[in-house]
Structure formats: C-alpha cells, structure tokens
C-alpha cells in the first residue's frame, strides 16, 4: 500500500475532498516523524510500536577485504506488531 493509497482509503471512509484526506495523512505522518525523532516511541493499540533505538558504535569487517572498520553510533527505528496484528495476520494465510 502507498500513501496514495492509503489517502484514497480515508478519502472513501471519512468522505470530504482528497485534498482534505491528503493533508489528514500529511499531519499523521508529520506527527509520528517528530515524535520519533524527538525520540519518544509510539504505541498504537491493537496495532504495535514504534520505538527508536540507540546502537553504539562498534568494529565491524568489510566482507570483500576482511579489513576491520568503525561503524559509527546511530539511532534505529523499529517496529514490533502487536498480538492483535500478529494474530490478524496469521488468520489470513
């Protein structure tokens, strides 16, 4: 699904004009992009989290030269589905 598609989805459930659909989906995106980098996790119920990680550096090998490098610190995001989701899904399959 893209955000297209997912405009088109609310567009058709909540009704109003795409370009209102479009700035809805907008806001959501931009809310979750600042709360995560401000570095607070996202829990949406029923559905999972959103939780960014700290990762320090470390040496890590170039597989082609075998030569020993630094991977520098960074932050991660990951997500982890809730029971709800996982088990909606399995049904499905």
């Known amino acids: 699904m893209?955000?297209?598609?997912?405009v088109n989805k609310v567009f058709e459930q909540i009704?109003?004009?795409?370009?209102e659909a479009s700035d809805l989906v907008e806001k959501l995106f931009d809310m979750m992009k600042s709360t995560?980098?401000?570095?607070?996790?996202?829990k949406i119920s029923g559905f999972g989290n959103f939780m960014v990680r700290?990762?320090?550096?470390?040496?890590?090998?170039?597989p082609q030269t075998g030569?020993?490098?630094e991977i520098?610190?960074?932050?991660?995001?990951?997500f982890k589905p809730s029971?709800?989701?996982?088990?909606?899904?399995n049904k499905g399959s």
């Open 72 to 78: 520098s610190a960074r932050r991660v995001l990951t």
């Open 83 to 89: 029971q709800v989701l996982r088990d909606s899904v």
């Open 67 to 69: 030569q020993s490098i």
């Open 15 to 19: 009704g109003g004009t795409k370009k």
């Open 54 to 62: 700290t990762k320090r550096s470390r040496i890590g090998r170039n």
């Open 36 to 42: 995560l980098t401000g570095g607070e996790n996202i």
């Open 2 to 6: 893209t955000k297209a598609d997912l």
